[in-house]
């Protein structure tokens, strides 16, 4: 069951693409926007992160945090990071902790085939750490207008 609005964002700690460990209980007091995608360099994925990196300002003039979560490693995070030029945090999951305890791990069907995956979902956690908004149906070419708006900002 993924998380409801109001529920308390559950704690993580992770590294980010530059090893350096995050938590959520360090952003207390912002605005948070946890994105989960399947995998870095993938066509969507890189949409996505394109879109968040070009409305960058217009999401931290907000006060708000960008922390993308993927199963993948810190080293494909750093890749994705330096071929995009994107200014916010990576945090990898491999062992899929965060992804799990964010119940965003699920059965997907592409092509006719039945697989396990990341489901593209946005958490907006507010100052005090509650989920205020989960986006599932995410518009990764205009992500960082469907969060504002969905924010109310």
């Not at 879109?51 to 994705?80: C, M, W, Y």
Request: proline letters at 4%; one cysteine or more; hydrophobic letters at 35%.
């Amino acid at each position: 069951m993924i998380l409801k609005q109001g529920n308390k964002a559950p704690a993580f700690l992770a590294p980010d693409q530059d090893g350096k460990i995050h938590a959520l209980k360090d952003y207390k007091g912002k605005k948070v926007v946890l994105y989960f995608y399947p995998e870095d360099d993938t066509e969507t994925c890189t949409v996505e992160a394109c879109n968040l990196r070009d409305n960058f300002s217009a999401l931290t003039d907000k006060g708000i945090v960008v922390l993308g979560v993927s199963p993948d490693n810190e080293q494909k995070h750093k890749k994705f990071e330096a071929k995009y030029k994107l200014p916010f945090t990576l945090l990898a999951d491999p062992d899929r902790k965060i992804i799990e305890a964010y119940d965003v791990w699920a059965e997907k069907k592409m092509f006719g085939r039945t697989y396990m995956g990341v489901l593209r979902t946005t958490f907006l956690i507010n100052e005090q750490g509650k989920v205020d908004h989960v986006i599932e149906k995410v518009k990764s070419k205009t992500h960082s207008q469907q969060i504002l708006e969905v924010w109310g900002l």
